[in-house]
């Protein structure tokens, strides 16, 4: 089993900056591929970022590419998402999930966290 607890989220403007953390623990990180997603209120979830076992490989939802940031601490068990130039329609409860395969793009990950509420107001 992978336990996964996001924080970072919490209440911004249009325009400013956040960083969501994921900290990993249960089994070795390394092994695991990491993604980013998200889900706004009467929305499905939405893909976000992710990123491989080793940091070298990253993708991104078109929606936030040249925004948002994935990178991955594998000495502290942490990935991170760093979003810049919020918008309100970034507005969503983002969750962290891991997995042994990496695939990309949205897949149906096997661990998930609980996620953590971002909103950001015009």
């Known amino acids: 089993q992978v336990q996964l607890v996001e924080s970072g989220g919490g209440l911004v403007q249009a325009g400013d900056s956040l960083r969501l953390s994921c900290a990993a623990s249960g089994r070795t990180f390394s092994d695991y591929a990491m993604g980013w997603f998200r889900q706004a209120p009467g929305k499905e979830r939405e893909f976000v970022a992710a990123?491989?076992?080793?940091?070298?490989?990253?993708y991104y939802a078109d929606s936030v590419k040249g925004r948002f940031g994935v990178s991955r601490d594998n000495a502290k068990n942490t990935v991170y998402l760093q979003m810049n130039s919020l918008k309100p329609e970034d507005t969503a409860v983002y969750y962290c999930?891991?997995?042994?395969?990496?695939?990309?793009?949205?897949?149906?990950?096997?661990?998930w966290g609980q996620g953590t509420q971002v909103t950001v107001s015009s």
């Open positions: 999930a891991a997995d042994t395969t990496f695939l990309g793009g949205d897949y149906d990950y096997a661990y």
């Open positions: 990123i491989s076992w080793g940091g070298n490989t990253t």
